[in-house]
């Protein structure tokens, strides 16, 4: 089985855009939920349909891959799992390592994804003595003193930081200088790191905000919304005009109110 250290993704030398990139993932999650179906071929449109794109920007992802379907059938499923796949790197075996086994870093132990998609969780890392030896998801975790052998002996390039916002940049150092060219930072902070060395950042609090700041928007306009109902609802119904020729002057009459001067 190859190794992260030794084999790299493909994607940059065959000039894949990033954006392009970041979609692959959506494309083999909604073709490994067909696959798991058994279903042969999807058409780009309901492909796209399971990923969030519209088709035709799929199909021009595609072609970065050199999958162009087949008229009137579509794409073969299999395939193209398989050609995502290996594009991503996801065909080779992925050692990583977790550093900083709190609530987060234990959950992310036990995430079963990794597995199924080529990512082996090598080893967990804290700095807590008390964690030491003690196992998380079936993984005795180590101590922080052994981070650059471990990553030495198991060929790590991934690091995963699951560690408080304080330390995270002492640790994303020491990765980085064990070899480590790939970080998924999950420390609310930014890292800064040298030119080769990619960095991911996923930040659970921000994610929320944005959240917020759409369910506060949507509040205002349904707020906006009931006061303009409401305002129409209230407006007095506006008197027809007076005939032309009226001074727009009223009298009593036998059958109410009357023009006072009548139209010539």
């Avoid at 794109?53 to 999958?67: H, Q």
């Avoid at 101590?143 to 198991?154: N, Q, R, Y």
């Avoid at 930040?203 to 949507?218: C, G, M, N, P, Y």
Wanted: glycine share 10%; hydrophobic share 40%; aromatic share 4%.
């Amino acid at each position: 089985m190859a190794t992260g250290r030794t084999h790299r993704p493909a994607t940059r030398s065959r000039g894949i855009p990033e954006a392009t990139v970041a979609r692959l993932p959506l494309y083999l999650r909604a073709l490994t939920a067909l696959s798991e179906r058994s279903v042969p071929t999807v058409s780009s449109e309901e492909l796209a349909a399971a990923a969030g794109v519209n088709s035709a920007k799929l199909r021009k992802d595609f072609s970065y891959l050199g999958s162009y379907g087949t008229r009137g059938v579509g794409y073969d499923v299999e395939y193209l799992v398989y050609q995502i796949s290996r594009e991503l790197g996801l065909t080779q075996d992925w050692p990583v390592v977790i550093v900083g086994i709190g609530n987060l870093g234990a959950a992310l132990a036990g995430y079963g994804g990794f597995a199924s998609r080529g990512f082996r969780v090598a080893a967990l890392i804290d700095a807590d003595p008390a964690m030491t030896g003690k196992p998380v998801a079936g993984i005795p975790v180590q101590h922080s003193d052994e981070l650059e052998k471990i990553i030495e002996e198991d060929g790590v390039s991934i690091g995963v930081i699951a560690t408080p916002a304080g330390v995270a940049q002492q640790v994303c150092d020491r990765l980085v200088a064990a070899g480590v060219t790939s970080i998924l930072n999950f420390a609310p902070t930014v890292l800064s790191v040298p030119d080769g060395v990619d960095v991911r950042k996923v930040d659970l609090s921000i994610e929320l905000q944005i959240l917020a700041f759409h369910e506060q928007r949507k509040a205002g306009e349904e707020s906006n919304a009931e006061a303009d109902a409401g305002a129409e609802a209230e407006t007095p119904a506006v008197a027809p005009p007076a005939p032309r020729g009226s001074t727009g002057a009223t009298r009593k009459g036998p059958d109410g109110d009357v023009p006072a001067v009548m139209p010539a």
